[in-house]
């Protein structure tokens, strides 16, 4: 099991730019694919993008594909999302989960691990 610490989540104007980070601890992070969901109000977790366990390969959904970028510092058991040209529509709690094994999926129950979440708030 691993646990995942979010952070950096905050409130931005649209066309603006966040980092979360998700520092993870336990058991070997190293081994663990990677990944961010987020949910908003009223709405189902949605799968935003992941990273292979050695950060090789990443994966995205469409609607963030091009202004989102998901990398990981293993060195430091850190996965980042960096989040540019925020839209109003990206407002939602983000969080960070983990997998045992290399592939990343896209649906919420194959990961093993979640984060607390932290808040992104995106303002027009």
């Known amino acids: 099991q691993v646990q995942l610490v979010e952070s950096g989540g905050g409130s931005v104007q649209a066309g603006g730019s966040l980092r979360l980070s998700c520092v993870a601890s336990?058991?070997?992070?190293?081994?663990?694919?990677m990944g961010w969901f987020r949910q908003a109000p009223g709405k189902e977790r949605e799968f935003v993008g992941g990273?292979?366990?050695?950060?090789?390969?990443?994966y995205y959904a469409d609607s963030v594909k091009g202004r989102f970028t998901i990398s990981r510092d293993n060195d430091k058991n850190t996965a980042y999302l960096q989040m540019n040209s925020l839209k109003p529509e990206d407002t939602a709690v983000y969080y960070c989960?983990?997998?045992?094994?290399?592939?990343?999926?896209?649906?919420?129950?194959?990961?093993?691990?979640w984060g607390q979440g932290t808040q992104v708030t995106v303002s027009s």
């Open positions: 989960v983990a997998r045992a094994g290399m592939a990343v999926t896209t649906t919420p129950v194959s990961y093993d691990d």
């Open positions: 336990g058991r070997t992070p190293s081994r663990y694919a």
């Open positions: 990273i292979s366990r050695s950060g090789g390969n990443t």
